[in-house]
């Protein structure tokens, strides 16, 4: 398959480790903040959002946290596992703006076995 | 399988061609969402319909660029005279349309039309 990002920040973690990948975004009146995963060759897959009125939510395995003062996103994935190794994108959107999403920066993650 | 589908997968296509992709977005969806993604980037909206309507176009999406959702169930992205520089992985989304109550209207994504112009 191609590679999705070839210049990407990467964060290296050991299997079982928990990752923490962080993301700015720049509008401060979205509604609507999502986590996704793109593997290479496919399209980007849904992970965890959050509404602007939450500061935190938990998912499987996974945890967002919103920081608006600082507009500031934050994932966490507790226990890394070789399947989780991707490029993850952040995304905003507004619902006023028929949430079309405009994403972030992505990063790498490679999990070491 | 269910979920959102792109034709063809890959394209190459010579400079000043036209070319046109589709996407069968999943069957309840109202709306539907064309992105572009370059390597390296994140996706990059281009235009959106609901139902049948087009409802907002990207500046991104130049007078070459069409794109159609004409039953209000699959869509189709023509671009003509391409360029070089359209080499892209074009992606497709689809979700329910937001209402109070309803649900949060995630966008579930297609794997994408890779476009190499030569």
């Known amino acids: 398959g191609e590679s999705v990002g070839l210049h990407l920040p990467t964060l290296s973690v050991q299997e079982g480790d928990n990752s923490i990948i962080n993301c700015a975004y720049s509008?401060?009146?979205?509604?609507?903040f999502i986590w996704y995963k793109q593997e290479s060759g496919k399209g980007p897959q849904f992970i965890i959002d959050i509404r602007s009125n939450m500061d935190k939510r938990q998912g499987q395995r996974v945890t967002v946290l919103l920081n608006k003062t600082v507009k500031h996103l934050s994932l966490q994935i507790a226990a890394t596992q070789p399947g989780d190794s991707a490029v993850y994108f952040c995304a905003e959107s507004l619902k006023a703006a028929g949430n079309k999403l405009t994403f972030g920066g992505g990063t790498r993650v490679l999990v070491k076995p | 399988d269910t979920g959102v589908s792109q034709n063809p997968r890959h394209k190459i296509t010579k400079r000043g061609q036209n070319v046109t992709f589709r996407c069968d977005p999943i069957?309840?969806?109202?709306?539907l969402y064309w992105y572009r993604q370059t390597l390296g980037q994140g996706p990059e909206f281009l235009t959106y319909f609901q139902n049948e309507a087009q409802l907002e176009k990207s500046r991104l999406l130049s007078d070459r660029f069409s794109a159609e959702r004409p039953k209000g169930s699959f869509s189709t992205l023509e671009i003509q005279r391409t360029e070089q520089g359209d080499s892209a992985m074009y992606l497709c989304?689809?979700?329910?349309?937001?209402?109070?109550?309803?649900?949060?209207?995630?966008?579930?994504f297609g794997p994408g039309t890779r476009l190499t112009v030569t």
């Open positions: 989304a689809s979700s329910p349309l937001v209402v109070a109550g309803g649900p949060s209207g995630e966008q579930y």
């Open positions: 509008n401060s009146a979205s509604d609507y």
């Open positions: 069957s309840e969806h109202n709306r």
